[in-house]
């Protein structure tokens, strides 16, 4: 199952990219910020879960030292940047609705390209100051990790020393890069309500709502996911925990691909474009 979905991923994300790049008329900071995020499930995805399936089916499940930080690393680097990625959308919708005439003046190239440079840079550097801290810790039992992967939490706690401070870290990162975009998001979908709200015509409203409903379904995936992940009482039965980490870490890249091409007429007319420039060549 974890193996279908993984094709399916690297198939929708990697056929979202594409598009985005050959079809002229997604050349727009919407479908720019939506390459990045396919690019980054991607990345994040194939970070861990090749290795996970490995375990899956051999007796033998270990990774060395190396193997495990970069895992550690690279998914935790995604995972940051996705935040501030979903919020720099957030506000790209924001002026998109609330200031329509200016959009193509504001959301010029060069800020596309510094948001979203923005967004992988702290993402990058989020993950390099808690993984530093990680790796300088001393480890001294039989290190096995509880966890199908190589997440930080599991990982500090193999540690034979005091990890407060660790943990501490870890949790400022996460109030900073989960709640500060959260905050972000809302406030953006404030503006975009109050808004929409004031539009007379009802069919207005529906297509001003209809160019948001995408963003907020895959903000409401990821950040639900993540929050329950987070915010729910410790269970006693460890798998159920470790099958919410899973679900956020497949289905929620399996998603945001199918999420933005349904019922999108954009990237529905560049598919079919797509495949009649490549049925022609066949001819």
Not at 4 to 30: C, D, K, Q
Not at 145 to 164: G, P, R
Not at 201 to 227: D, M, N, P, W
């Amino acid at each position: 199952m974890c193996l279908v979905m993984y094709l399916v991923i690297l198939l929708g994300n990697s056929t979202f990219i594409v598009l985005t790049l050959l079809e002229a008329r997604l050349h727009t900071p919407m479908y720019f910020f939506l390459g990045n995020l396919s690019f980054l499930d991607i990345w994040y995805t194939s970070s861990f879960i090749p290795s996970m399936l490995i375990h899956f089916l051999s007796e033998k499940k270990t990774i060395s030292f190396a193997r495990c930080v970069v895992q550690m690393s690279v998914s935790y680097t995604m995972g940051s940047t996705e935040c501030g990625l979903l919020a720099v959308m957030a506000y790209d919708r924001y002026v998109a609705i609330c200031n329509p005439l200016r959009y193509s003046i504001i959301m010029g190239k060069a800020l596309c390209i510094q948001m979203a440079a923005l967004s992988w840079g702290l993402g990058f550097l989020n993950s390099l100051t808690e993984t530093v801290l990680a790796i300088r810790l001393p480890f001294c039992g039989k290190n096995v990790i509880n966890h199908f992967v190589c997440e930080i939490l599991a990982f500090v706690k193999l540690a034979c020393t005091d990890i407060s401070f660790n943990e501490i870290i870890i949790m400022l990162g996460n109030v900073i890069f989960l709640f500060s975009p959260l905050l972000l998001i809302c406030i953006s979908y404030i503006f975009i309500l109050s808004t929409v709200l004031r539009i007379n015509s009802a069919e207005g409203r529906k297509k001003a709502f209809s160019t948001c409903s995408a963003h907020l379904t895959v903000v409401i995936v990821f950040y639900g996911t993540i929050l329950f992940m987070y915010m729910k009482p410790k269970s006693k039965d460890s798998a159920f925990d470790k099958l919410i980490a899973l679900f956020y870490g497949i289905v929620t890249p399996m998603l945001n691909p199918i999420i933005y091409s349904l019922r999108n007429t954009e990237v529905h007319g560049a598919m079919k474009k797509l495949m009649s420039r490549h049925w022609f060549w066949r001819k």
